[in-house]
């Protein structure tokens, strides 16, 4: 089995800047992609940015240009730094991992969730 453990969620003013973490453990052979989601209240949980092992990265227009994912492989951790935060980037933000074991299939692993709470 794959765990996750998020860190970061916050409550942060419009304009700050909060970073957050996904550690993945457990009996893991590779990682292919990571990534976040998010989800606030009432809306359907939607894709955030994600980086796949090679390092490409993808990123959801409404976040472009202020967010930035990465990603230690070594560590099996996914990062998500995100500045000039607005309101709008409320929301419970999940952690995504594509992983496998030894002779297994790539399976979906998703975090408990971190909250970011962005307000004066």
């Known amino acids: 089995q794959v765990q996750l453990v998020e860190s970061g969620g916050d409550l942060v003013q419009p304009g700050g800047s909060l970073r957050l973490s996904c550690a993945a453990s457990?009996?893991?052979?590779?990682?292919?992609?990571m990534a976040w989601y998010r989800q606030s209240p009432g809306k359907q949980r939607e894709s955030v940015a994600a980086?796949?092992?090679?390092?490409?990265?993808n990123y959801a227009a409404s976040v472009k240009g202020r967010f930035t994912i990465s990603r230690d492989n070594n560590k099996n951790t996914v990062y998500l730094q995100m500045n000039d935060l607005k309101a709008d980037d409320t929301a419970v933000y999940y952690c995504?991992?594509?992983?496998?074991?030894?002779?297994?299939?790539?399976?979906?692993?998703w975090g408990q969730g971190t909250e970011v709470t962005v307000s004066i």
């Open positions: 980086i796949t092992s090679g390092g490409i990265t």
């Open positions: 995504y991992v594509r992983a496998r074991r030894a002779n297994s299939p790539y399976y979906r692993y």
């Open positions: 457990g009996s893991i052979f590779s990682i292919s992609t």
